[in-house]
């Protein structure tokens, strides 16, 4: 089946501790971007990529790094300078950057322990 | 600017009735408009969408209606039965910028 996986599905991390979420995606799509949702809000663009080995920050990229070298692969390191890294994280891809439609993975909840 | 306001926060409509989410924005660059629906415990998945050439889109039950003049676009679900209890998010993008600037989402429950 086609379609973008995240792991983990649930993350614990200590405070002061680096941790990185995996995204990979089959669907062959050149873009791809880190969001994270928190309650009552929208989604909130992290990161994004529109090829492989390039990436540009988004709205709240502080705290946060990525890489992309490969095509199907943009894993996200959220580090100790993230002040409030207690989230759902949610990874996505597009054809390319620009398509209309992002498809979605079913996202990493990470909780700071 | 960037801002899409959305609303109701939260919606409960009994099975069979329509239900109506109202999203509102300011920067009238944006050119394309659309609906994102959740499950609880996954990523959304695009719903509908429409682009401000027209005043209407429908797929099946789903509905977009658009007013430019106000900027405000909305989506209606007839007939909303309990597997369409989610939680809606609209969004809005231009063609020159390409990200999507979400709206903060619409918990709905359909009552049985």
């Known amino acids: 089946d086609g379609g973008i996986t995240q792991s983990p599905k649930y993350l614990f991390r200590k405070e002061g501790q680096n941790v990185t979420l995996s995204c990979e995606q089959n669907?062959?799509?050149?873009?791809m971007y880190w969001y994270r949702q928190d309650p009552g809000q929208g989604l909130r663009l992290i990161y994004y990529?529109?090829?492989?080995?390039?990436?540009q920050k988004g709205d709240i990229a502080e705290g946060y790094s990525v890489s992309r070298e490969k095509k199907e692969s943009f894993p996200l390191t959220v580090t100790s300078a993230q002040k409030n890294p207690t989230a759902f994280y949610l990874c996505?891809?597009?054809?390319?950057?620009?398509?209309?439609?992002?498809?979605f993975g079913q996202g990493t909840r990470l909780t700071v322990v | 600017q960037q801002q899409v306001k959305q609303s109701p926060q939260s919606l409960i409509v009994q099975k069979g009735g329509i239900s109506i989410i109202n999203c509102a924005y300011e920067n009238t660059a944006f050119d394309y408009f659309p609906w994102y629906q959740q499950f609880p415990g996954k990523g959304p998945a695009l719903l509908i969408a429409?682009?401000?050439d027209v005043s209407e889109k429908k797929e099946g039950r789903f509905t977009i209606s658009f007013n430019k003049s106000a900027k405000q676009f909305s989506l209606h679900i007839m007939d909303s039965q309990p597997g369409d209890s989610a939680t809606y998010f609209c969004a809005a993008s231009t063609g020159s910028n390409y990200q999507l600037i979400w709206g903060a989402g619409t918990k709905l429950i359909i009552k049985p």
């Open positions: 990529s529109q090829i492989v080995n390039d990436f």
């Open positions: 996505a891809s597009s054809i390319i950057w620009g398509n209309t439609e992002a498809f």
């Open positions: 429409i682009r401000p």
């Open positions: 669907l062959n799509h050149d873009a």
